[in-house]
């Protein structure tokens, strides 16, 4: 059974990069048909999905994001990451990885914007 967990910094300045990494378990994240999301939960706001990674690398962004957000992976660690660029309050949210396949997901990390 798959699991992911998310790690990063609680706390981002604003003009900042906000990095976080989703660590996978059970399963390998270059494993056929695999593909790996980054979504994300506002203060009182519904869940908005942020961009995926492909088993094979390839990788797609939500248009509104798609400027400075970028995912990435370490396959010797089973891992995908996060980078979201010059981050503003508005981007204080709970951060969370999932799968599609299974349908895992991440506990969620809380990610505050502030200076």
């Known amino acids: 059974q798959v699991q992911l967990q998310e790690s990063g910094p609680g706390l981002v300045k604003p003009s900042q990069t906000l990095s976080l990494t989703c660590t996978v378990s059970g399963g390998s994240i270059f494993a056929d048909g695999y593909v790996w999301d980054w979504i994300r939960q506002p203060p009182g706001k519904g869940l908005e999905w942020m961009g995926a990674?492909?088993?094979?690398?390839?990788?797609g962004y939500s248009p509104s994001l798609k400027s400075r957000t970028s995912i990435s992976r370490d396959t010797s660690k089973n891992q995908f990451s996060l980078q979201m660029r010059s981050v503003t309050p508005e981007d204080t949210a709970v951060y969370y990885c999932?799968?599609?396949?299974?349908?895992?997901w991440g506990q969620g990390t809380q990610v505050t914007v502030s200076s």
């Open positions: 990674l492909g088993y094979d690398g390839s990788t």
């Open positions: 999932a799968t599609r396949v299974g349908g895992a």
